[in-house]
């Protein structure tokens, strides 16, 4: 098993940026795949972003050249740096983790972290 633990979400405004942390423990030997979701009210869960075992990321559509994810040397910590927030980027942030692609089902949740951006 794998416990994973959001922190840094908050209240911002437009513009402004915040940063994201996992921290992971557990199993982490078994993680290949770490990322982040959002959900907005009433919106469909959707990736944000995700990092896999030779470092390679991908991102939504919606957060591409805004958000940068970073992990450490091991599957510790990961992080999602988000700058120029837009109000829309309002939503619970969900880190995941998988033993494989981080592609649904996904293996693991947090809780996750409310970021809430004013306009």
């Known amino acids: 098993q794998v416990q994973l633990v959001e922190s840094g979400g908050g209240l911002v405004q437009a513009g402004g940026s915040l940063r994201l942390s996992c921290a992971a423990s557990?199993?982490?030997?078994?993680?290949?795949?770490m990322g982040w979701f959002r959900q907005a009210p009433g919106s469909q869960r959707e990736l944000v972003a995700s990092?896999?075992?030779?470092?390679?990321?991908n991102y939504g559509d919606s957060v591409k050249g805004r958000f940068t994810i970073s992990r450490d040397n091991g599957w510790n910590t990961v992080s999602l740096q988000m700058n120029s927030l837009k109000p829309e980027d309002t939503a619970v942030y969900y880190c995941?983790?998988?033993?494989?692609?981080?592609?649904?089902?996904?293996?693991?949740w947090g809780k996750g972290t409310l970021v809430t951006v004013s306009s």
């Open positions: 990092i896999g075992t030779g470092g390679r990321t």
């Open positions: 557990g199993s982490i030997g078994s993680i290949h795949a």
């Open positions: 995941a983790a998988d033993r494989m692609h981080l592609l649904p089902p996904v293996d693991y």
